[in-house]
Structure formats: structure tokens, C-alpha cells
């Protein structure tokens, strides 16, 4: 979904308006949708505390604040003004959620959700008394005492158009985007005070459209998205064949976990190529789905009939006659080649980008990045001017994964959560990647949709109170993936 500056967004707010929506209608939407986001991501909680200014942002926290109570939430508001200070509309909603005080002086309590309305888009600067120090309150609640951080359309103290971030700035594990996208919090930049994104629709806007500019990224969203039918009569053949050769002595896991979500991402036969090394120890460790071919060469991968193929996870530092081999394997490839990890290395090592085609999709960490493309820009500069030389799909991970191709916008996946970062993420992803362009999916919504759904399981799997932040695994990201593929359909 396109991004679009804070003027662009009050632009198009103007045009429904002028057509009979009112600001209230669409503040009663937008809360209501905004409460189905947190109790489907926080579900364990039962105390939220709503941080609220005087405009319509604050409007906005009471509505989802009246959801949350209508579910059995208990509700505390903080805010330091009276309330004939209040806009008008942000007072009608108070009132509408019932005898709950306005608090200026009692602090949230621990494991509490808190709310961020305290500002919208339409503010601008540094963070003024007294709201600074209820942003300051807030941040120091979510560090000490294990609250969670929700900012309503933007951080209150983060530029939504520019990504600018003023002192004291709000740092939210979760901010819910109104509308559409506001271009600034896509930025790296701002990561640490946007955290997860995800866009909250409004029906009125569906017909308006922003003004076309292509230098704006865009969001991934489940709207965005593009998630095929099969045919009734599908058969395994048609549903996709997808070679990999991943793992070697002391990274096993890694096929294992490649394999395993190729699998799970519907395509109908997976095939793990291992070397004689190997073969007994792994053979066992796959779902009986997957087969294993004991192989010698991956040059046979390209005797057999496959519709994409995986390299590199967990392949270690291979001698230079199996290096040769992987390498040509690239080079000679009609079909979508998903290039990862290791393979990434040795593509640095030798020197070999010019052997890059349109059918590779790349997907590199910022340390295999930085060896194959050494740059001090920006991450977005680095991957637009990667795709500018190499006529491949890149996919640069990162807490803000962006993905992009020649002549492109950047796409910034919407989900994902600091628990993902421990070993085999990575490898989920390619073997995601490989089985969905094995199904048809082109190279760049295949790409798109891997990194939506491995980053909505993750979500899901500590939404779910199964997992924490701690024990989250990659093996976890593959158990919630079919609950990620529905949430998909759901919210598309």
C-alpha cells in the first residue's frame, strides 16, 4: 500500500469529507478497527492505559478504549487537561465511554497496555509540557515496568512525514496507521519508536486514492497482497516442485527448516539434495513429505523438473570444486533460484555478481549485504542502487525487512517482532520464498508474502501465549504459519 505525507493524508480526509463522511464516522471506524488489531496481538492483557491529548488522536484512544472496556478491559485515562480543554468530538467520545475519570497524576501499572493518543499527524516539533512528560512517562513504563507501547497513527514526537524523531518521542512496540501509511515511519531511521506497523483500513477511502509518486515506499499489508486459488483438480506436479540443497556437518538444521517450510508453504514436492556426509543423519530429521536424495553434485538439481530452486542455507564454507558447482547452478538456472546465507558468501567471495539474472531472489542479513555490496548509505539507498546494477529481487532483511527490484518502489514488510532475531529465521524465509514461486507466484509477491506471513506467525505465535520473546524459535515461526496464511484471508 502506498505511503503518503501527512499533508497528503489530511488531503484526502478533506475529499471524503466533502462528499458527506464526517470526522466522526470515521473516527468510530478506525477505533473500532483499531481495538480488533490489539486483542488480536495482545490478547493477554486486561488493563490498558490511554494517554490522551486534546484532538481528535485522543478521540480515537477513546473509542478503542470503549472496545477494549466492552470486552472486559479495564480502562485507566491519563490526561492533563480538563475537559472543556478537549475538541469537541474527542468530548462527545469520552462521554460516551462512561464515568471514567480523567487521571493527571496516578502512573500506569505493570504488564499494562498502554495507548498513545496523544498527538496526530497534524502536530509537528518538539513535544511540549505537559505531554512531553506523559511521553517520558510512558517510555518509562514500557522499559521498567513491562508494559506495552501502542501509538495511534503515529509516536506522539515522531515526524510522520519525514521521519524526524523530537526528544522525548514516544517509543511504541506497535504503531497502528490510520488510513494509509504515513511515508517517515517506514524509514529504518525511526524504528525504535515505531516498532510493528500495521494499517488500520477505512471503508470512506477505498474510492480516493493518493496522488501517484514514485519515490514512496510501500507497506505490505494483507490488502496488498496477492494469494492464488488452485484449480479444483490440482495434483501434487501442479502444485509446485521445489529443489534445495541446505545443510552440512554442524548445520543440519538448517535444511531441515528450509525444507520444512517449503512444505508448508503448499507446494506439492519438496526435494532436499544432501551429500553422502549427511544423508544418513538428516534423512530422519524431515517430515516424512520431504524426500531426501543423496547427491554428490547440485549441477543434478538441474536434471530434474523443477519449478524454483533453494541454495545456501547452512552450506558452510564449501571447498572450491563443490563452490564451482553452486555457482554454475546459478548461472545456468531458467527458474526461480532463491540465493541465501552461505550462497550469498561465496557469490562475495568470487566476485561473482555479474552472474546474477532476473530469476534470483536474494536475501541478505546486513553482514552478507555488506560483503556483497560495501556502502555507507541508508539501508533503502543501499538496496534501490543494489537493483539499479543487478537485475535481481532483493530482499534485505533487517527489523524492517524492504524488498525491492530494478525499477521499483521499496516495499517494507508490515510485521515482524524483535523475538525473530535467533537462528533459522533466515531459513524459514527462503524455503517460504522457493515454495511459493514454485507454485507461480511472481519472484516479487512471492518475496512480499513470505515476509508478511513468516513475521505474522511470529506475531501470532507470542500473541497466542505459547511463546514469549525468549523462547520464540524458528521451528515456532513454522508451527503458526497456517494461522498467519488465514490471517492473510481474513484481512485482505
Not at 518521542?169 to 496507521?177: E, G, I, Q
Not at 561465496?346 to 552472474?355: G, M, Y
Request: net charge negative.
Amino acid at each position: 500500500m502506498q505511503s503518503v505525507s501527512c499533508e497528503s493524508m489530511r488531503d484526502l480526509e478533506n475529499a471524503v469529507f466533502a462528499i458527506g463522511h464526517t470526522p466522526e464516522a470515521l473516527m468510530l471506524q478506525a477505533g473500532e478497527r483499531m481495538s480488533q488489531a490489539i486483542l488480536r496481538y495482545y490478547p493477554s492483557h486486561s488493563h490498558a492505559t490511554a494517554y490522551l491529548g486534546k484532538g481528535h488522536n485522543a478521540g480515537d484512544a477513546l473509542v478503542l478504549a470503549k472496545y477494549l472496556q466492552k470486552a472486559g478491559w479495564s480502562i485507566q485515562l491519563r490526561c492533563p487537561y480538563l475537559e472543556d480543554d478537549l475538541s469537541p468530538l474527542t468530548l462527545k467520545m469520552l462521554e460516551s465511554l462512561g464515568a471514567i475519570p480523567l487521571d493527571s497524576s496516578t502512573p500506569p501499572t505493570a504488564g499494562s497496555l498502554l495507548i498513545d493518543g496523544l498527538l496526530g499527524i497534524g502536530a509537528n516539533g518538539p513535544l511540549r509540557p505537559p505531554l512531553r512528560e506523559l511521553a517520558t512517562e510512558m517510555n518509562q513504563a514500557r522499559d521498567s515496568l513491562g508494559c506495552r507501547l501502542i501509538s495511534l497513527d503515529t509516536p506522539s514526537g515522531v515526524n510522520a512525514s519525514t521521519g524526524e524523531i523530537y526528544p522525548a518521542a514516544v517509543k511504541a512496540d506497535h504503531t497502528l496507521c490510520v488510513g494509509y501509511p504515513k511515508s517517515g515511519l517506514l524509514k529504518s531511521s525511526c524504528i525504535q519508536h515505531v516498532g510493528a506497523l500495521t494499517q488500520i483500513a477505512l471503508d470512506a477511502l477505498e474510492d480516493h486514492s493518493p496522488k501517484a509518486c514514485q519515490s514512496s515506499p510501500e507497506l505490505i499489508t494483507p490488502h496488498t497482497l496477492r494469494r492464488k486459488r488452485r484449480d479444483f483438480d490440482t495434483h501434487k506436479g501442479q502444485a509446485g516442485r521445489v529443489g534445495i540443497w541446505a545443510g552440512s556437518k554442524g548445520m543440519l538444521g538448517a535444511a531441515v527448516l528450509t525444507a520444512t517450510a517449503a512444505l508448508k508453504s503448499g507446494a506439492g514436492l519438496i526435494t532436499l539434495f544432501s551429500p553422502p556426509e549427511i544423508y544418513s543423519i538428516i534423512a530422519p530429521m524431515l517430515p516424512p513429505e520431504i524426500m531426501v536424495r543423496l547427491s554428490l553434485s547440485p549441477l543434478t538439481m538441474l536434471e530434474q523438473n523443477f519449478d524454483a530452486i533453494v541454495l545456501g542455507p547452512g552450506i558452510g564454507t564449501p571447498d572450491s570444486n563443490l563452490a564451482n558447482q553452486l555457482l554454475a547452478v546459478v548461472e545456468r538456472s531458467s527458474i526461480p533460484i532463491v540465493l541465501d546465507a552461505d550462497m550469498l558468501n561465496l557469490i562475495a567471495r568470487e566476485e561473482k555478481l555479474s552472474s546474477l539474472h532476473p530469476k534470483c531472489i536474494l536475501t541478505p542479513h546486513p553482514g552478507e549485504m555488506q560483503r556483497l555490496f560495501p556502502s555507507s548509505e541508508s539501508r533503502e539507498k543501499i538496496a534501490l542502487n543494489f537493483c539499479e546494477l543487478y537485475p535481481v529481487t532483493l530482499l534485505f532483511k533487517g527489523a524492517r525487512t524492504i524488498i525491492t527490484e530494478p525499477n521499483k518502489v521499496l516495499y517494507v514488510n508490515s510485521t515482524g517482532t524483535p523475538a525473530m532475531a535467533t537462528a533459522g529465521q533466515g531459513d524459514v524465509l527462503s524455503g517460504l520464498i522457493g515454495g511459493l514461486c514454485a507454485q507461480g507466484y511472481t519472484l516479487l509477491d512471492a518475496t512480499k508474502l513470505s515476509a508478511w506471513l513468516a513475521g505474522e506467525a511470529a506475531q501470532l505465535a507470542l500473541a497466542s501465549q505459547t511463546e514469549t520473546e525468549e523462547t520464540l524459535s524458528a521451528s515456532s515461526v513454522i508451527h503458526f504459519l497456517p494461522q498467519a496464511f488465514l490471517a492473510v484471508a481474513r484481512q485482505a
